[in-house]
């Protein structure tokens, strides 16, 4: 495999010719005061809006100024890249734009509203190739497929131009901000954004404050920072899925070590929270990595009260499809949701007892889901409930007992829950 290993120093020189190579490709996106965070938080909140980029995500940047980077001998048998989402757009964009053959390989399972985004800023220069169940197995044939043919491979983060490119993010957010930055808040998944913009800041902008957001599911950089060296996570919840790594680059975990000032963590049912809300007040479209940024403000809004924030909106990504998901674990984060299986009474008029004397006023069946398995005239039925306030769920459950409604409560089950919603 032909690539580059290079541990340069990210310097201010490199990211300012990154800005030169990306004219005219990505697009200077605003740095936009949001009033309704600002008097949500007390605070001047201010949003860099990368969701508004030519492939609706920051990735263009890094993946472009790689390529850009490479001598033609190098990109006579194109390149190639590894990705479910974003960063793939961004390699497909880069490679019609110079008009190079990419091969973009990605995990079978996904969706195809993100294969034909692919294609789409590929055009006849990209071809697709769906191997393997997870993003380990299309890495692994991409690597496999660069070797054999001498193709460049163009990484997703761990590597100086990638963040190079990503750190003129950190360069408009400067050239744009009428005032000091206190609190810059980023996304993190593998690293090369945080490792980009910290560079840049704490050069120019040495007093900002720069705080990581990884997905409670997901800490790999939180994790390796208390660790000291770079961790494999065992194990990730994947629904952040731009910002979902087991493991972060060797390169952006040594900037972000010495760089950054804090690393937190959110929970993924109030980052499905905030892209319901961001959506239904602002009609800001924001994928689950893009929202992370300002799903912290909640964690750190003693902090920030009366400064100036700014929030990276890395992307916009968002499968329609997820819309219900996104919902589902929102209300379940918020305790408005749950799931029982009941067995109903063998009894004429159960059913419409539970429906009468059971449900509360404000209590909204959402789910019901029964099999019968034998003679009997009722059997068990999965259950899910809407509530309209998380403390009405223990009369709900007093009333069931007190109707000799025998119940299981699936919610704190997770082996149950998982297999069964």
Known sequence: MKSEVNKAKISIDNILAAAENLKGVAIR???????????????????KREDLQVVRSYKIRGAYNKIQSL???QLTNGVACASAGNHAQGVAFACAKKQIQGTIFMPAPTPSQKVNQVKMFGKEFVKV????????DAFHEATKFC??????????FDDPKIIEGQATVGKEIIEDSSDPIDYLILPIGGGGLAAGLSSYFKTLSPSTKIIGVEPEGAPAMKASLEKGEVVVLSKIDKFVDGAAVKKVGDLTFEICQELLDDVITVPEGLVCGEILRLY????IVVEPAGALAITALEKLKDQIKGKNVVCIVSGSNNDITRTMEIKERSMLYEGLKHYFIVNFPQRAGALREFLIDVLGPDDDISHFEYSKKNARDRGPALIGIELKRRDDLEPLMERMQRKKFKFEYVNDQPHLFHFLI
Request: glycine share 4%.
């Open 29 to 47: 996106t605003p740095l936009m005061p949001n009033p309704i965070l600002s008097e949500r938080f007390g605070a001047n909140i201010l949003l």
């Open 71 to 73: 001598a033609p001998e």
């Open 129 to 136: 190739v769906l191997t393997g169940d997870t993003y380990d």
């Open 147 to 156: 070797e054999e043919n001498e193709v460049m491979f163009i990484p997703p």
């Open 280 to 283: 239904n007040e602002q009609a």
